[in-house]
């Protein structure tokens, strides 16, 4: 499996994960922290409208989780393009599980990914 990462979504996970270091370090880092019984996670997400506005569905995401999302610290949110693919951003655990508390996150389903993850950064893709 194939996932490209954007800087957005390394960025974040330096910061969720209070890590630094090059750029390499961060890339082992990910692919050190996700390569702990990952999972992949649909679930059908919306956004609150502001002034009391009805949600509205943004659809069905794919987050790549360490283990149940229920324990994962971070999440990576991905677009899928034929089995490769692309984050958007990086997610905290706390962040996902107050979006399923206010019912911004529902339908979850996961399993477990059984093939090894290849990471590289969006520039590196042609």
Not at 73 to 91: C, K
Not at 104 to 126: G, L, T, W
């Amino acid at each position: 499996m194939d996932v490209f990462l954007n800087t957005h979504a390394v960025d974040e996970f330096k910061r969720h994960m209070k890590t630094g270091g090059t750029l390499e370090d961060v890339l082992k880092s990910i692919s050190h922290f996700f390569s702990v019984n990952p999972h992949l996670v649909q679930a059908k997400t919306f956004t609150l409208q502001r002034s009391g506005k009805q949600p509205r569905f943004k659809g069905t995401t794919t987050f790549l989780a360490r283990g149940s999302w229920k324990l994962s610290e971070v999440l990576l949110i991905l677009v899928s393009d034929n089995g490769v693919y692309t984050t958007v951003t990086t997610l905290s655990g706390r962040e996902f599980k107050i979006g399923v508390k206010k019912k911004r996150i529902i339908d979850i389903s996961e399993k477990p990914v059984r093939e090894d993850i290849n990471y590289q950064m969006v520039s590196a893709r042609s």
